[in-house]
């Protein structure tokens, strides 16, 4: 009934849209030419001779304007003040650098402080191939050698979900919290990474093919996962920290964590039409049981992470629910 109902919603959009096919003819020896709709043609105010542009897409689509198009500033080179972002400097880094700067520029009309500085280098630490070429008093310019035509989306997100199991095995075997610390660093470090090529992706064809990620209408998802399962990378850090810091007896919550592990292995797996089973949300009644056995736990904290990380499996069961009902339908010519 609601695949139906989808699947007519989509044909009405497509029939609002006005999809209009035309036949190309031939106008001589080695030229072509096709017929422009005659109510475009007013309303864009043209007339015979006039001029139009055409703009060859990366999916091999041709885009049509009535007037020429204002090119696009290029974000290759960006130049960031220090004084216009006082509390905001990391970000707007992270900013350039999800947007596909190459070369960012932060700068200052005074030595730029130690605060500063601090920011800028702690940033880098989470920007995947980007490296500080030049440094004085008041300028740290960086580049980034990252090719974002050969990271895979699909690989930095299962590597994230194989860097959690392993963080998840040190908490049920031998603790060693600094390892999971560095596993939570190199999480952040990927989850990054995957939003710069999930964004790039969004706005570029080529990056959408080569980034695996392939259809539009799975950005949307393949962000909110990498950002849930970077968030679940967090918790269990904090739940690792207080095991260590309570002595707390790690098997009184081996079989939740055991559950978090399994379904990560068993889940997150991309690109998702690999995925050979069809995912089903837990019912009210399976919430309730776990939501009972998290409730026992003794330790605020670690009963407080818990809680966090299967609200965060939930949302993540979701989105790779919504992920393979998107395949079905791409693979059915809907989308």
């Known amino acids: 009934m609601v695949n139906t109902f989808i699947k007519s919603y989509i044909v009405y959009i497509f029939w609002v849209m006005r999809v209009i096919e035309r036949k190309i003819q031939g106008v001589g020896a080695g030229s072509f030419a096709v017929s422009l709709p005659k109510h475009w043609v007013i309303k864009s105010r043209l007339k015979k001779n006039s001029p139009i542009f055409l703009n060859e897409l990366g999916d091999g689509s041709i885009a049509l304007f009535p007037s020429k198009p204002e090119l696009k500033k290029t974000l290759a080179n960006f130049s960031i003040k220090t004084e216009e972002h006082l509390s905001t400097l990391g970000q707007v880094m992270y900013g350039a650098y999800y947007l596909g700067a190459e070369n960012i520029t932060v700068f200052s009309e005074k030595p730029i402080s130690d605060e500063n500085r601090v920011v800028a ?43 959690i199991q392993s963080s ?19 999480v952040d470090r990927l989850f990054h990474l995957a939003t710069k090529i999930i964004l790039l992706a969004s706005n570029d064809y080529t990056i959408l093919q080569t980034s695996g990620i ?31 810091k309570s002595k707390f007896d790690a098997q009184k919550i081996s079989k ?37 056995e998290i409730l026992a736990i003794q330790e605020p904290a670690i009963r407080i992470s818990l809680r966090s990380i299967f609200r965060l499996l939930y949302d993540v069961q979701e989105e790779m629910v919504n992920l393979q009902f998107y395949d079905r339908l791409v693979k059915e010519k809907i989308l």
Do not use: W
């Open 168 to 186: 998840l095995n040190m908490c049920l075997g031998s603790l060693n919290v600094k390892e999971i610390e560095r596993n939570e660093f190199e």
């Open 121 to 163: 280098k702690e940033v880098l630490r989470h920007m995947s191939g980007a490296e500080i070429v030049f440094e004085d008093e008041k300028k740290i310019v960086l580049k980034v050698f990252l090719d974002k035509e050969k990271v895979d989306a699909n690989n930095v997100l299962s590597r994230i979900g194989l860097i």
């Open 214 to 244: 392939k259809n539009n209408s799975f950005i949307l998802s393949y962000f909110l996962i990498s950002k849930k399962m970077e968030n679940i990378a967090d918790e269990i850090e904090h739940i690792a920290m207080s095991i260590n």
């Open 256 to 292: 939740l964590l055991s559950g978090v592990k399994i379904f990560i292995q068993e889940n997150v797996k991309f690109p998702v039409e690999f995925l050979g089973r069809t995912h089903a949300l837990p019912t009210k009644h399976e919430k309730q049981k776990i939501d009972e």
